[in-house]
């Protein structure tokens, strides 16, 4: 059973930046594409952004132009890179597969507020 912890989250200001990371307890090489997804109060757990194996990248359109993907798969680890973070990036972040096929992690909050 792979475990997902999720960290770097935090209160930060519109137009800051954040960097999470997702730690998998074993390799994730095996897993074609992981990805960050994020669930705000009162609405549906979301997929932001997703990476393959070979470093393809997808993002919601939301968060185009503004978040970054990258996988370290020999440190077991996904970032995401969050620049210009606006109000209603507030969430909970969490990483999983994509599609999902893990037990989610415990996320990490990211609120954006003045």
């Known amino acids: 059973q792979v475990l997902l912890v999720e960290s770097g989250g935090g209160l930060v200001q519109p137009g800051g930046s954040l960097r999470l990371s997702c730690a998998a307890t074993?390799?994730?090489?095996?897993?074609?594409?992981m990805g960050w997804y994020r669930q705000a109060p009162g609405k549906e757990r979301e997929l932001v952004a997703r990476?393959?194996?070979?470093?393809?990248?997808n993002y919601a359109d939301s968060v185009k132009g503004r978040f970054t993907i990258s996988r370290d798969n020999a440190k077991n680890t996904v970032y995401l890179q969050m620049n210009r973070l606006r109000p209603e990036d507030t969430a909970v972040y969490y990483c999983?597969?994509?599609?999902?096929?893990?037990?989610w992690g415990q996320g990490t909050q990211v609120t954006v507020s003045s």
């Open positions: 074993r390799s994730i090489f095996t897993f074609n594409a």
């Open positions: 999983n597969t994509w599609p999902q096929r893990l037990y």
């Open positions: 990476i393959a194996t070979n470093g393809s990248t």
